[in-house]
């Protein structure tokens, strides 16, 4: 009887699904340290499902007392009253069923949750079948509102969340090496006081920026590479989807932000003839401390255009001219160190793009 199968734990967290913790449902101040995390991405039911296509009966051999373990087709015998695979059962013997986060099953009988949120007709948690498409999901879901703005939308999956998360902590152990290095060779060696002093103060800004990079935590956005003008979701990639995928579109915002090292750091009413020049004059143009020619476009997409970016060409060149789209994010950058020491570490924010966490970025440079 397949309802013997549902344990205790099924029925107290049935509704677990649904629910949204208090301090969930209450928005957040945008600049509260709560407002700066990164959503959680990854949607799961609470009790992982039984693993239909496996069972295993465990028996001690009465001649040598070693164990077998005898395997049986559960669905079969519960779904399909299969005689073959109702084994007879001796004293002793241990009849274990397994969940699919025992031991991991087929693709094609893995569940999958996907989480659409945003400007969707019907937006929610959603069971996607093999093979399914975000493009197929999002049809499923009834289309986009009027409002949407699929340019700026958001695909996070876990994987990749995970992935990212890694190759970040990877480099900031690095770049704190880095730094205790130069600490420990150089300041010894300073010429005079006055070295001395700027070199520690160059030290203790690098040590600042290391720690703001530590608690910088991924997101596992996937830049899908959309046209900004349009909402056509037939011009969405054939991705096939994950578990625990979110699939947030946000509305279309009216503005463009300008960040980093300007006057007036702020966000600015988008027009379709903005060009960089024009936001940055209207930032109050760079401060004296500004990195001018490592200045760089965080697309509403998540993607990056900076200013030394070698495959643009005579891009450099034109980069003032460059036309923003609503959502887009100018940053300045501040020179924070000059010459030759930790050189690379100047493009911190460029390793971060890197990394598909130009929204955490942003967070850094606010």
């Known amino acids: 009887d397949k309802e013997s199968l549902i344990t205790r734990d099924y029925w107290k967290k049935r509704n677990i699904l649904g629910y949204i913790p208090l301090e969930a449902a209450i928005p957040a101040d945008p600049a509260s340290e709560a407002a700066r995390k990164p959503a959680e991405t990854r949607v799961e039911f609470p009790v992982p499902d039984i693993n239909w296509s496996y069972a295993v009966i465990e028996r001690q051999r009465d001649r040598d007392l070693a164990t077998e373990l005898i395997p049986f087709h559960l669905g079969k015998l519960v779904l399909e009253n299969d005689e073959r695979q109702n084994l007879e059962l001796k004293p002793g013997d241990v009849v274990t069923i397994f969940s699919q986060a025992d031991i991991r099953v087929p693709q094609m009988q893995q569940t999958r949750l996907v989480r659409l949120e945003g400007e969707f007709n019907a937006p929610g948690v959603y069971n996607v079948g093999p093979g399914e498409t975000l493009g197929d999901l999002i049809q499923r879901a009834g289309g986009l509102t009027l409002q949407a703005y699929l340019y700026a939308s958001e695909f996070m999956r876990e994987s990749v969340r995970r992935d990212q998360q890694r190759r970040l902590d990877e480099y900031v152990r690095d770049l704190e090496r880095e730094i205790e290095q130069t600490a420990t060779t150089r300041l010894p060696a300073a010429r005079n006081a006055e070295d001395a002093a700027a070199l520690a103060a160059q030290i203790q800004a690098q040590r600042r920026i290391a720690q703001r990079l530590r608690s910088i935590q991924a997101t596992g956005r996937i830049v899908l590479g959309l046209e900004p003008g349009s909402n056509d979701i037939s011009k969405i990639a054939n991705l096939p989807l994950e578990d625990g995928d979110r699939f947030v579109v946000p509305p279309r ?113 606010r």
């Not at 006057?263 to 060009?275: A, E, I, M, Q, V």
């Open 253 to 365: 915002p009216a503005t463009v932000n300008v960040l980093g090292a300007v006057y007036n750091p702020n966000s600015f009413l988008h027009t379709d003839k903005g060009r960089v020049a024009d936001y940055i004059r209207f930032a109050g143009g760079p401060t004296r401390n500004a990195d001018k020619a490592r200045m760089y476009i965080i697309r509403a997409d998540g993607s990056v255009l900076p200013k030394q970016d070698p495959r643009f060409g005579s891009f450099k060149a034109n980069f003032s001219k460059v036309q923003l789209y609503p959502g887009d994010t100018i940053v300045v950058p501040e020179q924070v160190l000059k010459g030759a020491f930790l050189a690379g570490l100047r493009d911190w924010s460029q390793i971060l793009f890197q990394f598909g966490l130009a929204a955490a970025a942003i967070n850094v440079l």
